[in-house]
């Protein structure tokens, strides 16, 4: 800033932030949680045994971990996560007794989740306006009579947040379809639900296809719409190898994300003493939210130019024996003007162009994407674009290359493996009746966002979930918070006591489960889990520490339980299943025919991969061949468009758990009430950084009162965090390809607070 600029107005609790992604700040941050957390307990030993082939998988995220992991690997937002799980202070009896429901319902999302970890079932008593504590049989009596009660098992909605186990997720799959449903709403219906209805369309899977190994070979990373610093730290590491080797990689963020500029490894301790940090990101493209899809084609327009100019960039053997539509596709982007492509995106054709370069000059490339993808109406179509750009250059089934779709929560993608799904095939749902001697039902079910509706219409009457704080992480909270409210049964399993307990229906329980570093003991002795992460490796974790009280039970225990009680005829053996975890694997064995041995090969240090077709340039689809989609488009001008605005997590969150209000690297303290803007939209619209605006959907939606702050953000982009901006989303915003809501791109004006 010059010197006769008026120097900027002094915001409360904003600054900049100018160090790189870890470093000492991490290692800061890891002290205060664990004094905060676990104050003198000896079980901050769980942090050494994390991601450890004796240990237990990390609950903080889906990164895959080295093979050889001798020594601990550090992550500062898997240390929060471990030790806000491991955390000292408990929600008991006394707790309940001492605060009505009436009252918590004041208390902020990180206050409900900091008070500590559940202890005993709870029932809501309305008469007293209290959480009382019940036995765990009177629990299982009340959810199984109510669930017994409804006019039909379609009524009932069965929630899985990612972090349960395989064993869990399939037990409450094989509950929930003997009980009669398919119903299945999941946390990924939320996440990369985009990636699981457009990949298997273009390359046959709806996961990723590379492994960590890939990055050790990749010529290129392109990284789009992820923030790792925050949700995925350990991939800095990898990234971090790559940009050593002289690997370009190419950030397309509206967002400038430290975590993709600079990092300096907490592991790495010659990098921690001197002022040396490893520069992240080769080039930095600020694409305006929802201009992915322009940019992705700008790059296909001028592969397209380049291959017409010079020849010699397409892979055309691959192509042609590979592929289908490369036709329609290559018409699409024909009638796709510069114009159109700028506009939207918000970059400069050469911009694209350099990114086009990068890709053409690289023999094999990953690019990897998360929630700036998924989270919008036409996130379905985002992820098969990505798709298009590998197929041109035959970007699959060969080392160093694929696509790598960062995944939510640290077993999501298992869950989904083994049967948490709504629209289940055929062909499973056969073998798990064979193996159970059940009979599944064939319809289909609802995902999240029809589960929501259903249950707001009163059509659904019993919402029971695995985790998670549903109606707090889907859109519009005044119909979801109504929708539970309104419902006969709400069955909750949670490590810690959140908002959608609070949404009391005429029953009400909460039911305290083990984490994931705890140790399970059944009546055969101790248990482990597995998990599978986002490179699709299966491997086990073993919790250790000691539970947080003598009535915490296991998830597959809680499952067994209630679905012994509320199917008393049930053709299946829950307490045999329950004794000896390896009897839940040998059915997923069964049913699924890609964990063949499983017990076997899962004892093994590291676990196994299950199979990826791609790598061995096998498509899964009807025709065989990988499928170019060409997304045709309207071009629209841009004049008068509205700001979009995007919500993001903070580096002090993991999704709805609010660790404290601070987002380090966005030099944000103590505070959530603000709206990221560009310092020229800022000015277009008469605003100066620190003053108080109202942000209004085109349908009348608010969120008033929040602090508009200067960030480096690109034009005609907004962002807020999450949750507190949903209720900007309407519910009936998604893809339409997927369900997934928009949660990325809401159309909005901003005005000074009235
Ligand atoms: N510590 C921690 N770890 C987590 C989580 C957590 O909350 N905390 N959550 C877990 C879960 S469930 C998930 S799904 C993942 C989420 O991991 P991410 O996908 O990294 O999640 P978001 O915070 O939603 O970040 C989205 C990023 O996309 C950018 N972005 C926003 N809109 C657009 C757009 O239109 N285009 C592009 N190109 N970029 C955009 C934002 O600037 C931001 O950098 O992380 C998992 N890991
Ligand atoms: N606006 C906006 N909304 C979003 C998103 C966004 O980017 N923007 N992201 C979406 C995404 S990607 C997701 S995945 C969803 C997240 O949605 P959810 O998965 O429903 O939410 P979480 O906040 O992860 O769930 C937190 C709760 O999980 C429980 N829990 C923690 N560990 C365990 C465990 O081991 N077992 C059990 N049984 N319970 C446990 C705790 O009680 C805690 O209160 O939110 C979505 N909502
Ligand atoms: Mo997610």
Known sequence: MSEDQPAERNVEGIGD??????????????????????????????????????????PGCAWPDPKHTSSFEFCENGAKAVTWEATVKRVDPGFFAQHTATELWGWSDHQLEDAGRLTEPLRYDPETDHYIPITWDEAFARAGAALQALDHADQAEFYCSGRASNEAAFLY????????????????NMCHEATSTGLPKSIGIGKGTVTLEDFDTTDAIFCIGHNPGTNHPRMLGTLAEASKRGVPIIVANPMRERGLERFKSPQHPTEMLSTHSTPLASAYHQVRIGGDMAMLKGMMKALFAMEEAEGGILDHTFIAEHTEGIDALRADIETTSWTWIEGQSRLT????????????????????????????????????????????????????????????HSNVQGDRTVGITELPPEDMLDRLDAAFGIASPRKHGHNA?????????????????????????????????????????????????????????????????????????????????????????????????????????????????????????????????????????????????????????????????????????????????????????????????PLLLTTIRSHDQYNTTIYSLDDRYRGVTGRRDVIFANEVDLAMLGLTHGDRVDVTTPTGRMLKGFTVIRHAIARGSLAAYYPEANCLVPLDDFDPASGTPAYKSIPVRVDAAV
């Open 173 to 188: 799959q094989l509950f929930a379809r003997e009980f009669g449903t398919n119903n299945f709403p999941d946390c990924s």
């Open 17 to 58: 932030y100018n160090g790189p992604a870890g470093g000492w700040g991490a290692l800061k941050a890891v002290a205060r949680t664990v004094a905060e957390q676990m104050k003198a307990s000896p079980d901050t030993r769980a942090l050494l045994q994390m991601n450890q082939p004796d240990g237990f998988d990390c």
């Open 349 to 408: 054709r050469e911009a694209i162009e350099s990114m086009a370069a990068v890709y053409a000059g690289a023999e094999r490339v990953i690019v990897c994407y998360g929630m700036g993808i998924t989270q919008h109406s036409h996130g379905t179509q985002n992820v098969q674009a990505i798709a298009n750009l590998l197929l041109l250059r035959g970007n699959f089934g060969k080392a160093g290359a694929g696509i790598c779709p960062l995944r939510g």
């Open 449 to 641: 966002v029809e589960a929501l509706l259903a249950m707001h219409e009163g059509k659904s009457k019993a919402l029971v979930s695995l985790g998670g704080n549903l109606a707090v992480a889907m859109p519009d909270p005044e119909a979801c918070f109504a929708a539970v409210r309104g419902l006969d049964l709400s069955v909750n399993i949670l490590t810690k006591f959140n908002r959608t307990c609070l949404l009391t229906a005429k029953e009400t329980l909460v039911l305290p489960c083990l984490g994931r570093t705890e140790l399970d003991v059944q009546a055969t002795g101790p248990q482990w889990v597995t998990v599978e992460d986002s490179m699709s490796m299966v491997h086990a974790s073993r919790g250790k520490l000691k539970p947080p009280g003598a009535q915490v039970r296991s998830e597959p225990a809680i499952v067994a339980g209630l679905a012994a009680a509320a199917m008393p005829l049930t053709k299946v053996d829950w307490a045999a299943l329950v004794a000896n975890y390896d009897r839940i694997r040998d059915g997923i064995e069964a049913v699924y025919p890609d964990f063949h041995d499983f017990n076997l090969r899962v004892r093994e240090p590291g676990g196994f991969r299950l199979t990826i077709a791609p790598d061995k340039r096998v498509w899964k689809t009807p025709s065989g061949k990988a499928q170019f989609f060409a997304h045709p488009h309207v071009e629209e001008s841009m004049e008068g468009q």
